[in-house]
């Protein structure tokens, strides 16, 4: 079973900047491609950024150049740190770990995290 945990979030103004992490734990996965995703309400979420196992990351438009995803390996923990926040940036934020057993390239599927809101205000 795995075990995804959403940290970071809260309230800043425009121009600020927050990190979130993400940690995933499994007994029988050793590594997870991890991915962060938001919704507002009445919308669908969407893809903001995410790292693979092996390290590749990938980002939307709507962040590239001011959001940063990284990785732990030791630890099986991903970072979103986002910089130069707007209004807009306004979500309930979620991560969602996708796990491979060890020594292995099967994947099971993903599993959420529990979500962390981040307001930014103008």
């Known amino acids: 079973q795995v075990r995804v945990v959403e940290s970071g979030g809260g309230s800043v103004q425009a121009g600020g900047s927050l990190t979130l992490s993400c940690a995933a734990s499994?007994?029988?996965?050793?590594?997870?491609?991890i991915n962060w995703y938001r919704q507002v309400p009445g919308k669908e979420r969407e893809f903001v950024s995410g790292?693979?196992?092996?390290?590749?990351?990938t980002a939307s438009d709507s962040v590239k150049g001011r959001f940063t995803v990284s990785q732990d390996r030791e630890k099986n923990t991903a970072y979103l740190k986002m910089n130069s926040l707007k209004p807009e940036d306004t979500a309930m934020y979620y991560c969602?770990?996708?796990?491979?057993?060890?020594?292995?390239?099967?994947?099971?599927?993903?599993?959420w995290g529990q979500g962390t809101q981040v307001t930014v205000s103008s």
């Open positions: 969602k770990a996708d796990p491979y057993f060890c020594g292995t390239t099967i994947r099971d599927p993903g599993v």
């Open positions: 499994g007994a029988t996965y050793c590594t997870f491609d």
């Open positions: 790292v693979t196992a092996d390290g590749r990351t």
